[in-house]
């Protein structure tokens, strides 16, 4: 599987105007804690790949109860393939117990290099995922994003196309992850 992915910084109150305006639907808000890790056997910064446990609990329930309002995913994502926009292949599964694994990845020298906190805002519009980010440390940013399994010129087309129509400037992408500029503003 593949994630196509475009993200620009925006002001989130401009882009809630136009996603109504587009009939977006407003799917959950949530709040994110990404972990990443560093490999024993490679330097991820060099390879462009990443591995993390992502924690994602509901924002408007923010307790963590015996009724698991909170979801764990370990998500490996390989290397930038397109020049045009932020895809690459994502492989992401569900974790049943966040401590074990995080014990796994350590006995086995993966080491935390990183943690990323954002709110975000997940919407949909024509079959496109569009959110509205609020990284902590960074600021607002604005991601559309749609997976495929081969055809990934057709998604970016989409994807941009549906960007424009926000109002949003795609000429002023960023390409790097969230991970890469907090550590770039260390």
Excluded: W
């Excluded at 995913?73 to 895809?87: A, C, E, F, Q």
């Excluded at 992408?173 to 770039?184: C, E, N, P």
Aim: aromatic share 4%; with cysteine; charged share 35%.
């Amino acid at each position: 599987m593949y994630e196509v992915e475009v993200k620009v910084s925006a002001d989130h109150d401009v882009v809630r105007d136009s996603l109504e305006s587009v009939g977006a639907t407003h799917v959950e808000s949530v709040e994110q804690e990404d972990i990443y890790y560093d490999a024993p056997d490679r330097d991820f910064a060099q390879t462009d790949e990443a591995l993390r446990i992502r924690e994602e609990r509901s924002a408007t329930n923010r307790c963590d109860d015996e009724a698991g309002t909170t979801d764990t995913r370990l998500t490996y994502k390989g290397p930038l393939i397109d020049s045009d926009s932020k895809t690459r292949q994502e492989a992401e599964t569900a974790v049943v117990d966040p401590e074990q694994l995080r014990d796994i990845l350590n006995g086995l020298g993966y080491d935390p290099a990183a943690t990323v906190r954002k709110e975000r805002e997940r919407y949909t519009v024509d079959g496109i995922t569009v959110t509205l980010d609020t990284v902590e440390g960074l600021g607002e940013f604005v991601e559309g994003e749609l997976e495929t399994e081969d055809d990934i010129d057709s998604a970016r087309d989409r994807v941009l196309t549906i960007l424009t129509d926000l109002g949003l400037d795609t000429d002023d992408q960023i390409r790097t992850s969230y991970l890469g500029l907090l550590l770039a503003d260390e």
